[in-house]
């Protein structure tokens, strides 16, 4: 991934989460879960690192949505949403239908928000292990 593919998807990611509402947060939610599921079996090898901490990301939308956790800031919870719309979307610095190289502006992305949101993931983490279902 080249300079100028970062900066545009970096550009892209801050876009995406100058646009979180209640509604992005309920779609993102929805459209990660569906993507997850279709990828599960056989993620892309870029994502490989990430493919838990996304799912998490993912479940963390759902259960912010929902009311069942709210114990987070909203500037990391925007971020967390930001990255999970630009993996879900179609349209990024580098299309995902290019083999090989065409997750890794989503990986960027994806290590831009974890690094942000990272002790806040672990408390939901650890929130969600003591859950009694």
Avoid: C, H, Q
């Amino acid at each position: 991934m080249n300079l100028s593919e970062k900066i545009e998807a970096k550009e892209r990611f801050e876009m995406s989460i100058k646009n979180v509402d209640s509604n992005k947060i309920e779609s993102t939610s929805k459209e990660g879960f569906i993507k997850v599921k279709d990828m599960d079996s056989n993620p892309p090898s870029s994502l490989d690192k990430y493919w838990n901490d996304i799912k998490l990301m993912i479940e963390l939308i759902s259960d912010y949505y929902s009311g069942r956790y709210t114990d987070i800031p909203w500037r990391v919870l925007t971020s967390v949403v930001g990255a999970v719309a630009y993996f879900i979307s179609p349209i990024d610095a580098i299309p995902d239908m290019i083999l090989v190289l065409g997750y890794t502006d989503d990986a960027y992305v994806l290590k831009l928000a974890l690094d942000f949101a990272r002790d806040d993931l672990d408390k939901y983490k650890d929130w969600k292990s003591k859950r009694d279902y």
